[in-house]
């Protein structure tokens, strides 16, 4: 199984809502991430777990917050959302958290907050 | 057609001919490169990598370069195809290896 699974694919929720993302894979890979895209624009690091434990957090606010329950597991819980938070959110996955490790990616999930 | 990628973020060929993307980075400790392929409405698509330590790359008709020099790495696609249409981003991995750092992105459309 090579492949990062994410779900759902589209999720509009209101700024008073409470969400999970999901993401999944089954590679074996110890080191997961969470990146946001805007249109048109490369894709943002957030967050970089590695053997599940939180290494990075780039500075992103503490209404998304992220859980790795286990290593095949990544979920990001959104909380009171601002409409400029929708986005593309995009899940990968990664051998190890160290250079030279491809960086598998799954499909996103698109968000619109309104 | 050939495009500087961070300066010129669009880029359209005709079908058959080779493509060139570029893209300048900046981090002289990076060490590891990717070129992603993004179609819309998904996520990005390894095409092919490189480590500092080669200047060259080939895989099935794609081509990366790297010049280290001066901080330069371009993607080269032969024949392009319908199929290749999307937005390019080359992406560099520090040595501490945490993360990548994504480019600006190009968009390649190939013209039937």
């Known amino acids: 199984d090579t492949e990062v699974t994410q779900t759902p694919k589209h999720l509009v929720m209101g700024m008073t809502n409470k969400k999970s993302l999901k993401c999944e894979q089954h590679m074996g890979h110890r080191a997961m991430y969470w990146y946001k895209q805007k249109a048109k624009k490369p894709p943002e690091l957030m967050f970089v777990y590695s053997y599940e434990k939180l290494s990075i957090n780039e500075s992103v606010p503490s209404r998304f917050s992220p859980e790795c329950p286990n290593s095949s597991l990544l979920n990001l819980h959104l909380h009171a959302l601002q409409p400029e938070d929708s986005a593309l959110y995009l899940c990968?996955?990664?051998?190890?958290?160290?250079?030279?490790?491809?960086?598998?990616f799954g499909p996103g999930t698109r968000l619109t907050v309104l | 057609g050939e495009s500087v990628g961070l300066h010129l973020p669009t880029l359209s060929v005709q079908e058959g001919d080779n493509s060139i993307i570029n893209c300048a980075y900046s981090n002289s400790a990076s060490d590891y490169f990717i070129w992603y392929k993004q179609e819309s409405g998904k996520g990005p698509q390894f095409i092919i990598d490189?480590?500092?330590?080669?200047d060259k790359r080939q895989g099935q008709r794609v081509t990366v370069l790297l010049n280290k020099t001066v901080k330069h790495l371009s993607l080269q696609i032969a024949a392009t195809q319908p199929g290749d249409s999307a937005v390019y981003f080359c992406?560099?991995?520090?040595?501490?290896?945490?993360?990548?750092?994504f480019g600006t992105g190009t968009s390649l459309t190939v013209i039937p």
């Open positions: 490189i480590r500092s330590n080669m």
């Open positions: 990968a996955s990664s051998q190890e958290g160290t250079s030279g490790n491809e960086q598998f």
């Open positions: 992406a560099e991995n520090d040595i501490a290896g945490n993360q990548f750092y």
